[in-house]
């Protein structure tokens, strides 16, 4: 039987923001310094913790417990590769489930081979099940513009036969918003009834997309770059870019007759405050854009 499926909700600073704009939920890496960033914020903000291959599960779960004594709502990104089987991932869960924590995002990892005997996040998402331990809400990832090392097809086929164990889907950072709208077009095609919650940008700049991959471990930082080009491009122009996206995402979601995210997914990169800040504004800038009197922010 399909789960009941709420995406989750969230708040920034700001005057009474609506639509997606009043549930973000907000991606921060498990580094130190993460927690002055998300003391400022409204209590019951969604945060998400990513999975560090360098510093391992415990230091998601251990960040998620400190957010829920901030009162916030984290939520863990558990990834199948890293944890070495039913033991340990009982362990975390009942850590979890002692902190308040109801939602977890499952991902395949970023290590090249399994701990244990979770390849993917299917398998995790199946283990869960087994032990009757799936949390009220699921999250899974999708991918608007491809994956590297998965083709199409494959991916569709992944996240059709997680829906049953799901609640909501979050997609990659994406700053192509023809990309959005097609891939929110083709769920429909491809039998996807899981909301779609779309990640973009948060208020992040080169320099900390470069420092940050380089403490968490994603990959090496320097090739991250040179591989995205297109992404450090509009990084470095913001309003063509990042608050292109940004706007362009809002405005999805209030048009009609089309397809539309159930919410937003900021990727921080710990720049909490600032990104806070960007979206609190971003109504205001909608408006300038739209004929009323201009808005001009800075970019945090």
């Not at 945060?47 to 957010?67: H, I, M, N, Y």
């Not at 909301?195 to 700049?205: E, F, R, T």
């Not at 397809?259 to 979206?279: D, E, I, Q, S």
């Not at 504004?281 to 009323?292: D, H, T």
Request: with cysteine.
């Amino acid at each position: 039987m399909r789960r009941t499926r709420e995406p989750g909700d969230g708040t920034v600073p700001g005057s009474a923001p609506s639509g997606i704009l009043a549930r973000p939920r907000l991606e921060v890496l498990p580094l130190s310094g993460v927690l002055e960033e998300t003391g400022a914020l409204p209590e019951d903000t969604v945060v998400t913790v990513t999975a560090s291959p360098r510093r391992g599960t415990g230091a998601t779960v251990d960040l998620c417990e400190k957010l829920a004594a901030q009162r916030l709502r984290p939520v863990p990104h558990l990834a199948a590769r890293q944890l070495t089987g039913n033991g340990e991932l009982t362990d975390v869960l009942d850590r979890l489930t002692g902190a308040g924590v109801d939602d977890v995002f499952v991902v395949g990892g970023d290590t090249s081979e399994p701990a244990g005997p979770f390849p993917d996040g299917g398998s995790l998402l199946r283990a869960m099940a087994e032990l009757g331990r799936l949390p009220a809400r699921v999250g899974v990832p999708s991918y608007p513009e491809g994956h590297p090392s998965i083709d199409t097809a494959t991916l569709w086929s992944s996240l059709r036969s997680k829906q049953d164990l799901a609640t909501y889907t979050v997609t990659q950072l994406c700053f192509d918003l023809t990309a959005i709208r097609e891939f929110l077009r083709q769920t429909g095609e491809h039998g996807i009834t899981l909301p779609v919650v779309i990640g973009v940008p948060g208020a992040v700049d080169v320099a900390t997309l470069a420092r940050v991959g380089a403490r968490i471990g994603v990959g090496d930082s320097l090739r991250f770059v040179a591989s995205h080009r297109s992404i450090v491009g509009r990084l470095l122009r913001p309003r063509r870019g990042r608050d292109s996206v940004l706007r362009g995402v809002v405005d999805l979601a209030e048009q009609h007759g089309e397809p539309a995210p159930a919410g937003l997914h900021c990727y921080t990169f710990n720049k909490v405050r600032a990104t806070a800040r960007l979206l609190a504004e971003l109504p205001a800038a909608n408006r300038g854009r739209n004929g009323s009197a201009p808005n001009p922010r800075g970019e945090g």
